[in-house]
C-alpha cells in the first residue's frame, strides 16, 4: 500500500495573507528603533520611512512576479537557482533563514525588555519562554497562527493608529525637514529603519498554505507595503511633533514616550502592552516563515531532507521549526538591537540585489513561462522597477556598512 503524501493545508486567503504581511512589518522595529533613527534624521525621520517604503516596494515588486512564476516555499533559493545556480541560490537562502532566526531573537529580546518593566524577570528567561510559546503556535497549525497574528496585528495597528491621533493636534509645531546631519543622515537612517519593513519578502513563505496562490501573494505583498508605508510616515510625522527629535532619540520606548507625553502614564503602561503583542507576533511569523524557507529549501534538495518532514496530524513541517526554534533561542543570548538590526539588514540587501538581478535575468531566460503578475514600468522585457531595487539595495548596504563600522 502506497503512503498518502502529507501536504501543507491550505487556509489563506488575501484577508490573512495581507495581515500576515502587516503583523510581521508593524512590529519590532516602529516599536524600538524609531528613537534610535530620530538621532540621525531628526524631523526627517518620515523621509527615512519614505525612502525604505519605495526600496521595500521596488523588491516587492519584483518578488510578486516572481512568486507567481514559482511553486512552493523555496523563495529566494528557487528564484537565484534558476536566474544563476545552486549554489549562489544556496548562500542566498542561508543568509535569509540566519536573518530570520538572528531578527526573532533580537524581537523576543525587545518583547522581554517590555514584559520586564511590568513583571520582574530576568530577561533571558523571557525572550526563551517567548521563543517557546511562539514554537508551539507554529507547531500547532497555520490555522491558529493566521488567528493569533490577526488579534495581535489588529492590536498593535490600532497602538499605531493612537500615535498618529495623539499627534493631530501637534501637526504643524516643528519643521519637518530639519537633519541634523543631512541628506546622508536621513540615509543612514533609512538603511537602519529598514528593519521595520523586514518581512515583506516572507509573504512568498506562505504559497503553499494559501488559497488562489498565484493572484492572492503578489496582491497581499503590494497591499502591506502599501498600508504600512502610510502608517509609518505619519507615527514618524506624529512623534516629532509630539516630542521634537532631540528627545525621541533619547528614549528606548520611543511610542510609549510619546503617548506618555501627550496623554499621560496610563498611556505609557497601555503602548507597552500594545508593544508586547507587537514583538511577540513579530517572533511568530518570523519563526513561520523562516521554518517554511528551511521545508521549501530541504524539498529542492538544498538542505538535508529531513528538515521537508511533515507532522502528519498538524500538517506543519516539524523539523525545520524545531530548528529554527533552536538556533533562535542560540541567538537570544545576544544583546544590541541596532547592532543586530544592521546585520539583519546587511543580510536582506544582499538577498534583495540578488532576487532583483534574478527577475531581469529570468525575463530572458524563462520568457515563455506563464506569469500571474507582471511588474510593471518595463522597456520591452527589462525590468526597469528591477534595476531600481538592485541599485538600491547596492546603495543601502554601503550605509548599512557606515552604520556598523
Known amino acids: 500500500m502506497v503512503k498518502k503524501k502529507i501536504e501543507l493545508k491550505k487556509e489563506l486567503g488575501i484577508f490573512q495573507v495581507t495581515l500576515a504581511g502587516i503583523g510581521i512589518i508593524i512590529g519590532a522595529g516602529i516599536y524600538t528603533l524609531l528613537g534610535v533613527a530620530a538621532s540621525s534624521s531628526g524631523n526627517a525621520t518620515w523621509l527615512a520611512f519614505l525612502i525604505s517604503a519605495f526600496i521595500a516596494l521596488f523588491t516587492g515588486l519584483s518578488y510578486a512576479e516572481l512568486t507567481s512564476m514559482f511553486k512552493g516555499d523555496a523563495g529566494e533559493y528557487d528564484y537565484v537557482k534558476t536566474g544563476f545556480n545552486k549554489k549562489f541560490a544556496f548562500l542566498i537562502g ?102 521595520a519593513y523586514m518581512g515583506f519578502e516572507s509573504i512568498v513563505k506562505l504559497k503553499e498554505e494559501t488559497k488562489n496562490a498565484d493572484k492572492v501573494v503578489p496582491r497581499a505583498l503590494v497591499y502591506a507595503i502599501i498600508i504600512t508605508t502610510v502608517l509609518y510616515v505619519l507615527v514618524a510625522l506624529s512623534a516629532v511633533s509630539i516630542l521634537g527629535w532631540e528627545e525621541l532619540s533619547t528614549s528606548k520606548a520611543p511610542l510609549a514616550t510619546v503617548a506618555a507625553t501627550a496623554f499621560g502614564g496610563y498611556a505609557f503602561i497601555l503602548l507597552g502592552i500594545i508593544a508586547l503583542f507587537s514583538t511577540s507576533n513579530t517572533v511568530l511569523i518570523t519563526l513561520v516563515t523562516t521554518s517554511r524557507l528551511v521545508y521549501g529549501m530541504a524539498k529542492e534538495k538544498g538542505l538535508p531532507k529531513f528538515l521537508a518532514l511533515i507532522h502528519e496530524r498538524t500538517r506543519t513541517p516539524w523539523a525545520a521549526i524545531l530548528v529554527i526554534a533552536l538556533l533562535t533561542i542560540a541567538f537570544s543570548f545576544v544583546g544590541d538591537i541596532e547592532i543586530v538590526a544592521n546585520l539583519t539588514n546587511l543580510f536582506l540587501f544582499i538577498t534583495f540585489a540578488a532576487v532583483n538581478l534574478s527577475l531581469i535575468i529570468l525575463r530572458y531566460k524563462c520568457k515563455n513561462q506563464k506569469r500571474k503578475f507582471v511588474c510593471p514600468a518595463n522597456i520591452g522585457k527589462f525590468s526597469i522597477i528591477a534595476l531600481l531595487g538592485f541599485l538600491s539595495s547596492l546603495g543601502m548596504i554601503v550605509f548599512v556598512l557606515f552604520n556598523l563600522f
Do not use: C, D
Not at 510559546?133 to 507554529?138: A, E, G, H, S
Not at 500615535?163 to 537602519?192: D, W
Open 94 to 195: 542561508m543568509s535569509i533563514i540566519i536573518a530570520g532566526f538572528i531578527s526573532a531573537a533580537t524581537v523576543a529580546l525587545g518583547f522581554a525588555g517590555y514584559f520586564t518593566q511590568l513583571v520582574p524577570m530576568p530577561l533571558l528567561i523571557v525572550a526563551i519562554g517567548l521563543i517557546i510559546l511562539m514554537t508551539l503556535i507554529n507547531f500547532i497549525g497555520i490555522k491558529e497562527t493566521s488567528w493569533f497574528n490577526t488579534v495581535s496585528t489588529l492590536i498593535e495597528v490600532a497602538g499605531v493608529l493612537i500615535i498618529i491621533f495623539l499627534g493631530l493636534k501637534h501637526i504643524g509645531s516643528v519643521n519637518y525637514l530639519e537633519m541634523p546631519n543631512g541628506l546622508p543622515g536621513v540615509f543612514s537612517s533609512a538603511a537602519l529603519v529598514f528593519f
